[in-house]
């Protein structure tokens, strides 16, 4: 009983020690919400650059296999240099809409 006994007690201190601690570390839930928020935007205009460079390299690629497609007499070409086309200013957008929207 006495062994017990024991155990709960400590059991028990150490679950206090345990709460004690988290309530001295605990830190203001807006100071890093705001600190989050400063990091996302800090990184939004590589983000945006990385979409922009994303998006020459796509239209390099599509350019060089739009023009073999040309070459071949593929009649599917131009659905090709659409497709292609397409994605390119998809991205374009994408990264111009996110910019204004989040107003940076």
Do not use: P
Not at 69 to 80: C, I, L, N, T
């Amino acid at each position: 009983m006495k062994k017990r006994r024991r155990r709960v007690v400590w059991i028990t201190l150490s679950l206090l020690a345990q709460i004690a601690a988290v309530a001295v570390l605990a830190q203001d839930g807006n100071a890093g919400i705001n600190q989050a928020n400063t990091m996302v935007r800090s990184y939004f205009d590589t983000g945006v650059n990385l979409l922009y460079a994303i998006g020459a390299l796509l239209g390099i690629i599509g350019a060089v296999k739009v023009y073999r497609h040309w070459v071949k007499g593929d009649r599917e070409a131009e659905s090709h240099a659409t497709s292609w086309f397409t994605a390119c200013i998809f991205l374009v957008i994408v990264a111009t809409v996110l910019r204004s929207f989040f107003g940076l």
